[in-house]
């Protein structure tokens, strides 16, 4: 299927064509809902275990919103390590390139006597659009909008 062995089946073939279906990053309910409206047959544990193995296997990125719900997701740069920048009011996700943070990460661990270290960042704020549209109306957008 994709980066590390993993089986295809009709179930992946469907989540895997509605993340390509959608821009950026969507919930597993979202993606459900997708696969529904195209007339597909798989359940929503189902996605969720599909999304999961995904993710193991290095085919689809996982991150969280600020209310902590897991949104997942195709990134260009999979399977690599890397991080996010994503917009609080509209969703949109930029990845980010290391700039430095490894070594940062790799220093601090030495520093305190840790070793095989594993981290996850992600950046929140407010994109440009949005914070023009704040600034010309006076009023905030919501997440989708």
């Known amino acids: 299927m994709t980066r590390k062995s993993i089986r295809t089946t009709r179930q992946r073939t469907e989540v895997l064509a509605a993340l390509a279906a959608t821009e950026g990053f969507s919930s597993a309910q979202d993606l ?55 917009c609080r009011h509209c969703g949109r996700t930029v990845e980010l390139s290391n700039d430095g943070f490894e070594e940062w990460v790799r220093s601090v661990g030495e520093r305190y006597g840790f070793t095989d270290l594993t981290h996850e960042c992600e950046v929140h704020g407010v994109c440009s659009r949005c914070a023009s549209h704040t600034s010309t109306t006076g009023e905030g957008t919501t997440l989708g909008s």
């Open 32 to 86: 459900h809902a997708e696969i529904r409206k195209r007339q597909g047959g798989v359940g929503l544990t189902t996605v969720y275990r599909t999304l999961a193995a995904l993710v193991k296997a290095g085919s689809v990125h996982v991150i969280r919103s600020e209310s902590g719900e897991s949104l997942f997701g195709h990134c260009s740069t999979a399977p690599s390590h890397h991080h996010h920048l994503r």
